[in-house]
């Protein structure tokens, strides 16, 4: 995956601190699970022979506080598209396993220090306020869906593909979602205002059978009732190119056919407009359900 640069710059704060620090490296497999925390920040130096890159970032929520220091990037073959004084955000993903080393991944360059490289997408990070574009898709029925068509719904939506076998990627970001909708049903009155939509980045494979086999595993029926308040959908090759850059999702093919990507999801009001972004899997489903609420009585 080459560096992408975002076409929207976020502000840097720096805090002071620090409360965690990277393991040394050992063996990983593909199906390792990663937590994963998102890194702010400036490049300071990079270095081809160890594979790295010293960034001076902000604070990582939950994992470290504000400092320099150097991380191994997960493609080191990016490395040269980095220079000190751009600024990126990125994906620290965090093993499981204590012995694995700290990497970036899904890096964005959000101001660069040194211009002389042009990047082939262009991603927007979502902010309150954003219209959301109409985009379509194709649901778990084979019924075609525009967002447009939840104007009057607060909609909450999210970005998975039914192969990922990370469990704290997709599969994680699902079983939140489904507590998400138990919750919501636990009110009659919120749930009639609310709907929730998980949207296959793979196409090629997320045929409406086995999205609606993935979805049923997690709301807990097949049945055609069971999909009122909860869709999965996938979108065109074309729409989805379009999707990922509006929504901030990285996304590229990996090893055995599997998809390396970033998390993404969105919280957008009866207006068609972003309430909420929530990047990476750190957020939880009573924090989520806590903003739905707010942003349903404001609507």
């Not at 898709?137 to 084979?142: E, M, P, S, T």
């Not at 068509?149 to 607060?154: A, E, H, I, L």
């Not at 979805?215 to 065109?236: E, K, L, M, N």
Request: hydrophobic share 40%; with cysteine.
């Amino acid at each position: 995956m080459r560096i992408l640069l975002a076409s929207t710059l976020v502000a840097v704060a720096v805090v002071a601190g620090c409360h965690s620090s990277p393991k040394p490296e050992s063996q990983s497999s593909a199906t390792q699970a990663y937590n994963v925390y998102k890194l702010r920040g400036k490049v300071v130096a990079t270095n081809p022979a160890t594979g790295e890159v010293t960034v001076n970032h902000d604070a990582i929520p939950g994992f470290m506080g504000a400092m320099i220091m150097p991380y191994k990037l997960k493609n080191p073959n990016i490395l040269s598209e980095l220079h000190p004084g751009d600024t990126i955000t990125a994906d620290v993903l965090v093993s499981e396993d204590p012995n694995v080393d700290v990497r970036l991944d899904h890096i964005v360059v959000i101001a660069q220090g040194k211009p002389d490289y042009k990047p082939t997408v262009f991603y927007h990070v979502p902010a309150p306020g954003d219209t959301v574009p109409d985009f379509k898709l194709r649901n778990q029925d084979g019924r075609d869906l525009h967002l447009d068509q939840f104007r009057g719904k607060t909609l909450l939506l999210t970005f998975i593909y039914t192969r990922c076998p990370l469990p704290n990627f997709c599969p994680l970001v699902t079983h939140n979602f489904a507590v998400i909708d138990k919750q919501l049903a636990a009110n009659p009155a919120l749930y009639a205002r609310t709907h929730l939509l998980c949207v296959s980045f793979d196409p090629e494979h997320d045929t409406p059978a086995r999205l609606r086999a993935y979805g049923a595993q997690y709301i807990g029926s097949d049945s055609r009732s069971a999909f009122a308040h909860w869709d999965f959908a996938v979108p065109s090759q074309q729409e989805l190119l379009e999707m990922a850059k509006f929504f901030d999702v990285g996304i590229a093919r990996g090893a055995n056919d599997t998809i390396t990507h970033t998390l993404s999801t969105t919280l957008i009001d009866a207006h068609g407009k972003v309430a909420q972004f929530y990047p990476g899997n750190e957020w939880t489903p009573d924090q989520v359900v806590a903003d739905v609420k707010k942003t349903v009585s404001s609507s």
